[in-house]
């Protein structure tokens, strides 16, 4: 479903922030991309969100050539077919839970009634279905994560892509979180995560990529088998792991 071929992405001011990034996905795998800050977690998740452009390489979601679409088809894919779970929440300020979650779908074109309603719904999945009326500051972090989720899913996207979406929340909000994600992933949503957060990968076997310096590593049977292999220190994700094909 997304294919990487040598992706480079080089930002105004030189910096290199892919490198030749080679990368499969397949419809209903659950990856997390792990690296150190700066390594081009985000800078990934944008190019496959279609959300930034690569310098060169091609990016293929559902078989079709990102570069080969004009900006409104990008926004058509995105609609579609993404849903997008950021660090920050980027919830819409002084709007309730329902509206933040409901209007996501304006762009899908649905009406308002049915919009409303597959918010509830959605925000009963993530258990905020006693949350509705509340506004972003009438809720905590992990409300506000989880309000984030539901708008990600309200759209029934194929691909869930989150950067670091555990990454303000205490411990065990954080297990409480990816445990959400797997549901969702459970149904057959492909889901990218960007994470930090060692101890939470060590939870679960997910095909890990390793990014560093813009190039990345693909360690498929996840964190067990690459320290087996590595032995890498438990906050380094830096050290080199036998590398993969993919
Ligand atoms: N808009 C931009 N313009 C110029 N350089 C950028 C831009 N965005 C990111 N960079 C640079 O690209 C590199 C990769 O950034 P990116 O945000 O992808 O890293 P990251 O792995 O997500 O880091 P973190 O863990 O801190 O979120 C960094 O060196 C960063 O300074
Ligand atoms: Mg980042």
Redesign the pocket.
């Known amino acids: 479903m997304i294919e990487l071929n040598t992706v480079t992405k080089v930002?105004?001011?030189g910096?290199r922030?892919l490198d030749g990034v080679t990368l499969s996905i397949v419809d209903g795998e659950a990856v997390a991309i792990v690296?150190?800050?700066?390594?081009?977690?985000?800078?990934?998740l944008h190019v496959i969100g279609t959300l930034d452009r690569p310098t060169t390489g091609s990016v293929r979601i559902g078989g079709r050539e990102v570069a080969h679409l004009s900006d409104r088809e990008l926004s058509a894919v995105r609609a579609r077919t993404i849903g997008f779970v950021f660090q920050q929440f980027h919830l819409a300020v002084a709007v309730r839970a329902v509206d933040n979650v409901a209007d996501w779908l304006l762009y899908a074109g649905v009406p308002y009634r049915e919009r409303r309603r597959r918010a509830i719904s959605a925000l009963e999945r993530v258990g905020l279905g006693h949350r509705l009326r509340h506004r972003p500051h009438e809720l905590s972090g992990g409300e506000k994560q989880r309000v984030a989720i539901a708008r990600a899913i309200v759209g029934e996207p194929a691909l869930i892509l989150a950067?670091?979406p555990t990454g303000n929340l205490d411990p065990q909000l954080a297990i409480d979180i990816l445990g959400l994600f797997e549901e969702i992933h459970e149904t057959g949503t492909t889901v990218l995560f960007?994470t930090?957060d060692r101890s939470l990968l060590e939870l679960r076997s997910h095909r890990i990529v390793v990014?560093n310096d813009?190039r990345a590593v693909d360690v498929p049977n996840g964190l067990a088998i690459a320290i087996d292999e590595a032995a890498p220190p438990v906050d380094d994700f830096t050290v080199p792991m036998t590398r993969v094909a993919v």
Not at 35 to 44: C, N, R, V, Y
Request: aromatic share 4%; no cysteine; net charge negative.
């Open positions: 930002y105004d001011g910096v922030a690296g150190p800050s700066g390594s081009g977690k985000s800078t990934i950067d670091e960007a930090h990014l813009g």
